[in-house]
């Protein structure tokens, strides 16, 4: 099992970090353009748990559908989404927002493993784990721009190997 985490502090109250977070809408506007990611789940989109959202994306040109249920939701504190159709094995996106005296803390950690034991392991080291960092940069970038104009403070994604 893989970990990738990264962490900003937003000088913006916690409702406030959450509410961009919690509509799904936003996650096109934080996922990098070349990923050519689109919601498919149809209008309204609502976040709670049990929600179920679809997308598609690409990944080296590749197509994907990509399907993620709200398995843990409690404003505005955290919320956990976990892939239940797509490329992973596993995917769970923990989501956390803590208050602190410059604001909020905002964390992302996500466990996933790769299909294919050691050819996605080997894919890993070679591609995957460059792209993530690469996307969940880009994420930070806009959602600082989101949140605060380019005020907050971020770390770069760290991918780590973790014991299942």
């Not at 498919?40 to 929600?51: L, N, Q, R």
Request: proline share 9%; with cysteine; net charge positive.
């Amino acid at each position: 099992m893989m970990h990738l985490r990264t962490q900003m502090i937003a000088p913006v109250s916690v409702k406030e970090a959450f509410a961009v977070f919690e509509d799904p809408r936003n996650l096109a506007r934080i996922t990098p353009p070349w990923l050519n990611f689109r919601i498919v789940t149809p209008e309204p989109i609502v976040m709670a748990k049990d929600a179920v959202f679809d997308y598609t994306l690409q990944w080296l040109g590749l197509p994907l559908r990509w399907r993620t249920l709200i398995t843990e939701y409690e404003p505005p504190f955290h919320f956990v989404d976990e892939q239940t159709k797509g490329p992973y094995v596993l995917w769970r996106h923990r989501h956390r927002f803590h208050p602190t005296e410059e604001g909020t803390l905002v964390s992302d950690d996500v466990d996933y493993i790769l299909p294919l034991g050691p050819l996605g392991r080997a894919a890993h080291k070679a591609v995957v784990a460059a792209q993530l960092k690469k996307i969940f940069r880009f994420r930070q970038d806009a959602l600082n721009q989101m949140l605060c104009a380019g005020k907050a403070r971020w770390t770069d994604p760290a991918v780590t190997e973790r014991a299942g």
